[in-house]
C-alpha cells in the first residue's frame, strides 16, 4: 500500500506569515509523529498523536506550533508566525499503534524555508 | 551529555569492507534501539530495529547492543557504494515508547 504521504514537499513563505504542513499516514496506523530536522540539530520529537489524541506534545518548541489530528488519519502541523529560524525538512512518520516497540515509517517530508 | 551521541564522520570505508557504526545513549532506561538510513535529501529509513541484549543479523546488517555500556552498533559487510547514507541512531526511552530520541548521524562513504 501506499506510504506516508506529505504536503507540499517545499514552501517558501515570508517571516510573520501562518503556514500549514499535512501529513496522510499509512492507512491502518492509529500513531502518528511529527519531527523536524535542521541543520546542526539532527531530528527532534515535536508531538505524537495517539488516534485524535495528543497525549505528548513536549517537543512543540513555542506555542506558535500546534497540529491537529481528524477521523485518525490526517494531521496539520500549523505554524503561526513564522520566524527564520522555523526553518527546517519537518517530518511525519506512523506506526501502527501503542503497545511495545514501534516501527515508526517516514514520509518525504515538507521543507520549509521563511525567508 | 548528549542522549544519543554518534561520531559525526565522515566515516571512509573501501567497497566491501566492514563499517562500523556505532551509538551511544545516556539514559539507562532506554528500551529499544533503532537504526535508520537517510541518503541525502530523502526521509529516513528504518535498517534495524534491537531490544535485547546481544546481536541481530539481517542480510549485510547486523546490530549489536550492550545495555550495561549503554552502546549499540551497526555493522554492514560487504559494503557497497549503495550504502553511501548518514546513519542515525534512535532510541527511546523509559516511559515513552513511542518517542524517538536521534543521534546527529554518521556520514558514511564506501568507495568503489
Known amino acids: 500500500g501506499a506510504g506516508v504521504s506529505q504536503s507540499p514537499s517545499n514552501k517558501v513563505t515570508e517571516k510573520g506569515k501562518d503556514v500549514e504542513l499535512r501529513c496522510d499516514p499509512i492507512s491502518g496506523h492509529t500513531a502518528l509523529y511529527w519531527y523536524r530536522q535542521s541543520l546542526g540539530q539532527g531530528l527532534e520529537f515535536l508531538i505524537y498523536f495517539q488516534g485524535n489524541s495528543a497525549p505528548d506534545k513536549s517537543g512543540l518548541p513555542s506555542d506558535r506550533f500546534s497540529a491537529e489530528r481528524t477521523g485518525g488519519s490526517v494531521s496539520t502541523l500549523t505554524i503561526q508566525r513564522t520566524q527564520q529560524e522555523d526553518s527546517a525538512v519537518y517530518l511525519c512518520?506512523?506506526?501502527?499503534?501503542?503497545?511495545?516497540?514501534?516501527?515508526?515509517?517516514f514520509g518525504p517530508g515538507t521543507r520549509l524555508l521563511v525567508l | 551529555q548528549k542522549e544519543v551521541e554518534q561520531n559525526s564522520g565522515p566515516l571512509s570505508v573501501p567497497e566491501g569492507a566492514i563499517a562500523s557504526l556505532n551509538c551511544t545513549y545516556s539514559d539507562r532506561g532506554s528500551q529499544s534501539f533503532f537504526w535508520y538510513r537517510q541518503y541525502s535529501g530523502k526521509s529516513p529509513e528504518l535498517i534495524m530495529s534491537i531490544y535485547s541484549n546481544g546481536d541481530k543479523e539481517d542480510g549485510r546488517f547486523t546490530a549489536q547492543l550492550n545495555k550495561a555500556s549503554q552502546y549499540v552498533s551497526l555493522l554492514i559487510r560487504d559494503s557497497q557504494p549503495s550504502d553511501s547514507a548518514t546513519y542515525l541512531c534512535?532510541?527511546?526511552?523509559?516511559?515513552?515508547?513511542?518517542?524517538?530520541?536521534f543521534g546527529k548521524g554518521t556520514l558514511l562513504t564506501v568507495n568503489p
Open positions: 512518520a506512523s506506526s501502527l499503534g501503542a503497545g511495545g516497540p514501534q516501527t515508526q515509517y
Open positions: 534512535a532510541v527511546t526511552r523509559g516511559g515513552s515508547n513511542y518517542k524517538l530520541t
